[in-house]
């Protein structure tokens, strides 16, 4: 096909007209059970009749004045958000991308404040935090890095769940203003945090002055079976990025900073024409409602045992399995060859997932999936993995 979009992503061939729950229907009307979510965007299902009302009444009353002006909604979705991290302020923008360039900024102008001249942070391998200059340049990706560089000055990389390697940066830099990870790593493979690496790297960076800047973005809003998925570990950050299932697909994103980092960013430091307007504000406070109200954590604990339980029963002794990772619905299956040709293999099964780092299939199911659901998904990737790579 002729296309006048930029050619940014591998689009797959399949046009989805719409959405019910759990499930897709393409242009040609078959139906395909979606473990993917958008990546991690639509938690609460497609089609949602609260959050497609309240999207219908929001337009029909006022969708967009400026952030130089109070919006009621703005309020009470940042007070909401707080509640549930911890955290004392929050800057509302679009995308998880532009949620971690703000995280840049409060870091930078933290280390400045300290007197640094030139204020550093600490990246981890294996990292994706967007494709913005400054998410980019904190994702770990050489091909991006070769292909967009310079990237910004002031990034020290280190390796994932390595503590020495935090030791060693924090002793030979007297200059760092924060550390920036993802607890659990998505685009990286469903790779998580060791409880003993992130708690010792919490009393690091407060024995020395550091932001400690959790990347929640693909992890957060239940999606792990608590509402973030740094609260497995017993720690609050001092800055969290959310996006993805706070609008369930009504573009959406903050950052969110406690003490002294949430008064960083003062009036002309930084904003966003488009941000905490009021059709996405109204939206993120009912996902939340709705999260709330139907004990969302509940179910993802509940399906993740399930998962856990079928995985290990018809795909732990196959052959190419290399590893099985499941944290609530963060799932990640690792084979031990190439299987990105699955992608297209699945759809025509009926059943739209992700690969990553060419080897690991990646699942990010509806939080509100059933247990049939999860035997079903299960189902299909077994018969995928042994028809294509167990003969």
């Known amino acids: 096909m002729n296309s006048n979009v930029m050619p940014t992503y591998n689009r797959k061939p399949v046009t989805f007209v719409r959405g019910d729950g759990v499930y897709l229907y393409d242009d040609k009307g078959n139906k395909y059970l979606d473990a993917l979510c958008g990546l991690a965007v639509t938690s609460l299902g497609h089609s949602h009749p609260i959050i497609s009302k309240i999207i219908k009444d929001q337009s029909q009353t006022l969708l967009h004045t400026s952030n130089a002006f109070i919006i009621e909604h703005q309020e009470l979705l940042a007070k909401r958000l707080c509640q549930l991290t911890g955290m004392d302020n929050a800057f509302f923008c679009n995308s998880g991308a532009e949620s971690v360039e703000a995280a840049i900024k409060i870091a930078r102008k933290y280390g400045h404040e300290r007197g640094y001249s030139n204020p550093k942070i600490v ?45 060693n940066a924090i002793t030979s830099n007297s200059d760092i203003a924060a550390v920036l990870l993802e607890p659990i790593q998505g685009e990286g493979g469903i790779i998580s945090c060791d409880i003993s690496y992130l708690q010792e790297l919490d009393r690091l960076c407060k024995e020395n002055n550091i932001l400690l800047m959790a990347d929640e973005v693909q992890s957060g809003f239940c999606r792990t079976g608590k509402w973030f998925s740094y ?161």
């Not at 935090?129 to 770990?140: F, I, L, V």
């Not at 992700?354 to 049939?372: A, F, M, Y």
């Open 123 to 167: 990246v981890m391998s294996n990292s994706f935090h967007g494709r913005t200059m400054g998410a980019m340049s904190a994702t770990s990706n050489k091909n991006s890095h070769e292909s967009f560089g310079p990237i910004i000055e002031g990034l020290i990389r280190v390796n994932f769940n390595n503590i020495d390697d935090i030791k």
């Open 231 to 391: 609260q497995h570990f017993d720690i609050i950050p001092d800055v969290v990025m959310v996006a993805k299932a706070l609008g369930n697909g009504v573009p959406v994103g903050a950052c969110l900073a406690r003490s002294e980092a949430a008064n960083i960013l003062k009036a002309g430091m930084h904003g966003s024409t488009f941000g905490g307007n009021y059709l996405s504000t109204s939206v993120g406070l009912t996902v939340l409602d709705i999260m709330r109200d139907s004990q969302l954590c509940m179910n993802v604990k509940h399906i993740s045992n399930a998962m856990k339980r079928a995985t290990d029963a018809e795909l732990k002794s196959l052959n190419v399995v290399s590893e099985i990772r499941i944290y609530g619905m963060m799932i990640g299956i690792e084979l031990k060859s190439n299987c990105t040709e699955l992608v297209v293999k699945a759809l025509e099964k009926g059943l739209v997932l992700n690969v990553t780092k060419e080897k690991v299939i990646r699942l990010l199911p509806p939080l509100i999936c059933k247990e049939e659901h999860i035997l079903k998904i299960v189902a299909i990737i077994k018969q995928l993995i042994t028809e294509n790579y167990e003969n």
